[in-house]
């Protein structure tokens, strides 16, 4: 096989870099047309046909003889059968990964708080998770048990009643080690269908399938398509892009080490993106030839070339304080700081997903074992947007208490308030709770 790589090189000192640096980052994750209103007959033909329907989509779309909705639903049995056909080492490697992802999410679950103010008014916050939430799981190649502990735990210590996971099973091609990540991370029902059928199936319910509060996990431009049309009836975790990485390096690191990161985010699919940025000129044509070394081993070796040569880049900056202005201009998905002192630069760093520390933490600890959640924004989302987490799970509801006395205070700032919005019965109304002494004040 000849693979060949012909990254881009760009450099911050360049008077056209930003315009070169925006169409690299550019990204269309919106659906043509042709895709959107296949999803939307699918999603109303669901809607009105139900269990029929998944079966009839499950059939066509996945090459799948099921006779009824009963064919397409595993139980707890099966999926503890699946524990006993994986090997020791899976399911070794399996647990412990759930044990850190399970340890570190906990530390983020909230907890409801009250304060009681000096006339006794009293105010909070009640955290509630929710009921029941809805995973998606891709199933045939893209198979990723990871995802499921990912997804699932963070549920499971919200507190969640049911998580309801969805994987379809082309051919009926099933995957052992998804089903055994299931289990472990306390999955409670399993349906083997998948595209814009399972995501309309959770959203709406049908006579099996439950209706959920929310949806997350990873799926093609189909799920994706249906997410952002259920979004409302039920909520989402994010419209994800293609994975990301971007490596801040100040010329230090061993060169194929930095390539082989590149390339572990490069092999997900064509569309993901792997960029360099060093001050170092020199390093980057170390990476460079690391990268066309390297290549010619690796088993996707046609996915990373595509992904490499169509939106990687290697970045030339003038010093360490540009490369982390360049970061954050990025925003990126995944933030390797493989430099001497990272913790130096960490308070610099204002947008990122996951930020991985120092030469030894490689991003693919992140997506495995590390313990933080690799369901994180993408496309630049990363302004304004964080990783999955246990408070995805759970709802804040404000808690109002008021006293006799606390009643009559805030009613008269109220009141004034709210005659200043000529709103004369939210006037009213806070005004028949002023005691009669404060009234003729």
């Known amino acids: 096989m000849t693979v060949s790589t012909a990254i881009a090189r760009l450099n911050a000192a360049d008077p056209d870099f930003a315009r070169h640096l925006d169409h690299l980052l550019s990204w269309e994750s919106v659906s043509d047309e042709a895709v959107n209103q296949r999803v939307l007959d699918i999603i109303k033909a669901v809607r009105e046909r139900g269990d029929d329907a998944l079966v009839e989509f499950t059939q066509r779309f996945d090459g799948l003889q099921a006779d009824s909705i009963q064919d397409l639903i595993l139980d707890r049995q099966r999926l503890e059968l699946a524990l006993t056909r994986i090997t020791d080492t899976q399911r070794a490697a399996l647990e412990?990964?759930?044990?850190?992802?399970?340890?570190?999410?906990?530390?983020?679950?909230?907890?409801?708080?009250?304060?009681?103010?000096?006339?006794?008014?009293?105010?909070?916050?009640?955290?509630?998770?929710?009921?029941?939430?809805?995973?998606?799981?891709?199933?045939?190649?893209?198979?990723?048990?990871?995802?499921?502990?990912?997804?699932?735990?963070?549920?499971?210590?919200?507190?969640?009643?049911?998580?309801?996971?969805?994987?379809?099973?082309?051919?009926?091609?099933?995957?052992?080690?998804?089903?055994?990540?299931?289990?472990?991370?306390?999955?409670?029902?399993?349906f083997t269908v998948g595209g814009a059928q399972a995501v309309a199936a959770l959203a709406y319910g049908t006579a099996s399938v439950p209706k959920v509060d929310k949806i997350v996990g990873p799926g093609n431009i189909y799920v994706a398509t249906a997410k952002r049309h259920v979004f409302g009836q039920v909520g989402i975790d994010m419209i994800a892009g293609p994975s990301e990485i971007l490596v801040v390096c100040d010329g230090q690191t061993d060169p194929d080490w930095i390539a082989m990161d590149l390339f572990s985010?490069?092999?997900?699919?064509?569309?993901?993106?792997?960029?360099?940025?060093?001050?170092?000129?020199?390093?980057?044509d170390r990476v460079a030839a690391s990268i066309d070394k390297l290549l010619p081993t690796m088993e996707r070796a046609d996915i990373i070339e595509k992904s490499v040569n169509g939106r990687g880049a290697l970045i030339q900056v003038r010093d360490m304080q540009q490369a982390i202005e360049v970061a954050n201009r990025i925003a990126p998905e995944h933030l390797e700081l493989s430099v001497a002192d990272p913790q130096a630069w960490l308070p610099h760093i204002r947008h990122a997903g996951a930020i991985f520390m120092?030469?030894?933490?490689?991003?693919?600890l992140g997506d495995y074992c590390a313990g933080p959640n690799h369901v994180l924004p993408t496309s630049g989302t990363?302004?304004?947007?964080?990783?999955?987490?246990?408070?995805?799970?759970?709802?804040?509801?404000?808690?109002?208490?008021?006293?006799?006395?606390?009643?009559?205070?805030?009613?008269q700032t109220a009141s004034v308030l709210a005659r200043g919005e000529s709103l004369t019965a939210h006037a009213r109304s806070a005004e028949y709770r002023i005691l009669t002494t404060q009234k003729g004040n």
């Open 96 to 190: 412990k990964a759930a044990q850190r992802v399970r340890l570190y999410h906990e530390r983020q679950k909230q907890d409801s708080w009250q304060y009681t103010e000096a006339d006794g008014t009293v105010l909070g916050q009640k955290v509630t998770p929710l009921d029941r939430a809805g995973l998606y799981v891709p199933g045939g190649k893209a198979s990723y048990p990871s995802s499921v502990l990912m997804n699932a735990i963070p549920a499971k210590v919200a507190g969640v009643g049911e998580v309801v996971m969805v994987v379809p099973t082309p051919r009926g091609e099933v995957n052992e080690l998804v089903l055994a990540a299931a289990c472990i991370a306390g999955v409670d029902r399993v």
């Open 382 to 411: 990363a302004r304004f947007s964080s990783p999955l987490g246990v408070y995805d799970f759970q709802k804040r509801s404000s808690i109002i208490f008021c006293s006799e006395q606390g009643a009559s205070e805030l009613g």
């Open 265 to 284: 985010q490069a092999e997900h699919d064509e569309d993901a993106q792997a960029i360099l940025v060093s001050p170092d000129a020199a390093f980057l």
């Open 358 to 364: 120092g030469r030894h933490t490689s991003e693919a």
